[in-house]
Structure formats: structure tokens, C-alpha cells
């Protein structure tokens, strides 16, 4: 089982990008999702999470108010919409899903794609 990221690309300072991963031989319903990026020289941080109950939803204080969580069940996929993305934000984007009870560190993880936000 593991998870399939797309959606990464090269966009202009104020664009928008959606991130979507897909669940292969798990379904995400039953898991909290989340997504993580790293930058070069940078330790990975949390962007945005989502918990199993959908009753939960954290976004890193950079990213409030610009990026959005969310899933589709009936296609097994989580989205993160990027919108006035700045050149801070590039990175590559990872998104994880973890069992209820567990941590990121026990998570599955999808294999990431590149965000660059550059003129």
C-alpha cells in the first residue's frame, strides 16, 4: 500500500496549484491525512492535516487563509489547493496517512512532487 502524489509543478508568485493523493491499497477515509513539505536546507514541516473523523483540521499559520484540506471519498483522494502562493512556499510536498492512535512517524507516505514558485 502507499500513496501516489500529483499536481506539483512551476507557477508564478499569486498562482494557485492543487496537490491531489491517491490512496493505492488503502482507503483514506479510514486515516488521518496530512501534508508536509521540505525545502532545501530545511527540516520538514507540517502544512496541513485532516483527522479520520474529518472533525479536525490544522494549517501551519504560513499557509492560513491560502491553502485548503480536503478529500474526495469517492475517488480515494486528498487535495491541497494552494492559492497566492508566494516563493516561500516552494518545496517538495509530501502527503502521509496515519491510522487513528498513530503518528506521522508510523504514517505512510507518498513518494512527493516539486512545488516551485518562482518569476
Known amino acids: 500500500a502507499h500513496l501516489v502524489e500529483s499536481g506539483g509543478g512551476l507557477v508564478q508568485p499569486g498562482g494557485s496549484l492543487r496537490l491531489s493523493c491517491t490512496g493505492d491499497g488503502l482507503t483514506l477515509a479510514e486515516y488521518s491525512v496530512g501534508w508536509f513539505r521540505q525545502a532545501p536546507g530545511k527540516e520538514r514541516e507540517g502544512v496541513s492535516c485532516n483527522s479520520v473523523s474529518g472533525g479536525f483540521t490544522y494549517y501551519a499559520d504560513s499557509v492560513k487563509g491560502r491553502f485548503t484540506i480536503s478529500r474526495d471519498t469517492t475517488k480515494n483522494t486528498v487535495y491541497l489547493q494552494m492559492n497566492n502562493l508566494e516563493p516561500e512556499d516552494t518545496a517538495v510536498y509530501y502527503c502521509?496517512?496515519?491510522?487513528?492512535?498513530?503518528?506521522?512517524?508510523?504514517?505512510?507516505w507518498g513518494q512527493g512532487t516539486q512545488v516551485t514558485v518562482s518569476s
Open positions: 502521509a496517512a496515519a491510522e487513528a492512535g498513530h503518528g506521522w512517524e508510523d504514517a505512510s
